[in-house]
C-alpha cells in the first residue's frame, strides 16, 4: 500500500520555523517529482514548491520563494520543507504530493492533477 505520511507541522509564532518531512513507504519515489501544496480554511489548495526526481532543481510560490526550500533523500525516501520567517497568511493545511511512474525521470509541475499520491497533511498555524 502506497502512502505519504506528513508530520512535524505545529503552532508558531511569526518570524518562526518548521521543518516538515513527508515519509513515503509502499514503493519507491526516487525517480519521480515530489511537491508540497497547501490549503487554508476557506481557499483553494495551492502549490507551495516542486523539487525534481534527483533534487537537481526546485520551484517555488512566489509567495514563499526565499523563505522555503525544498529538499529529499531518496535513501531514506523522504521529501522535506523547511519553512523560515513563517508569516500568518502561512497558515494552512500542508500535503506533499509524488508523481506516477508514468511521469519517472520527468520535471515537476505546479499543477495538482500531475500528482498521484497524495498525503492526508499537517497543520502549520502561524499566530502570535
Known amino acids: 500500500q502506497v502512502q505519504l505520511v506528513e508530520s512535524g507541522g505545529g503552532m508558531v509564532q511569526p518570524g518562526g520555523s518548521l521543518r516538515l518531512s513527508c515519509a513515503a513507504s509502499?514503493?519507491?519515489?526516487?525517480?519521480?517529482?515530489m511537491a508540497w501544496f497547501r490549503q487554508a480554511p476557506g481557499k483553494e489548495r495551492e502549490f507551495v514548491g516542486a523539487i525534481t526526481w534527483n533534487g537537481g532543481s526546485a520551484g517555488y510560490a512566489d509567495s514563499v520563494k526565499g523563505r522555503f526550500a525544498i529538499s529529499r533523500d531518496n535513501a531514506k525516501n523522504t521529501l522535506y520543507l523547511q519553512m523560515n520567517s513563517l508569516k500568518p497568511e502561512d497558515t494552512a493545511i500542508y500535503s506533499c504530493?509524488?508523481?506516477?511512474?508514468?511521469?519517472?525521470?520527468?520535471?515537476?509541475?505546479?499543477?495538482?492533477?500531475?500528482?498521484?499520491?497524495w498525503g492526508q497533511g499537517t497543520q502549520v498555524t502561524v499566530s502570535s
Open positions: 504530493a509524488a508523481q506516477s511512474q508514468a511521469r519517472r525521470y520527468q520535471g515537476y509541475t505546479d499543477d495538482a492533477l500531475g500528482y498521484a499520491y
Open positions: 509502499g514503493r519507491t519515489f526516487s525517480n519521480v517529482a
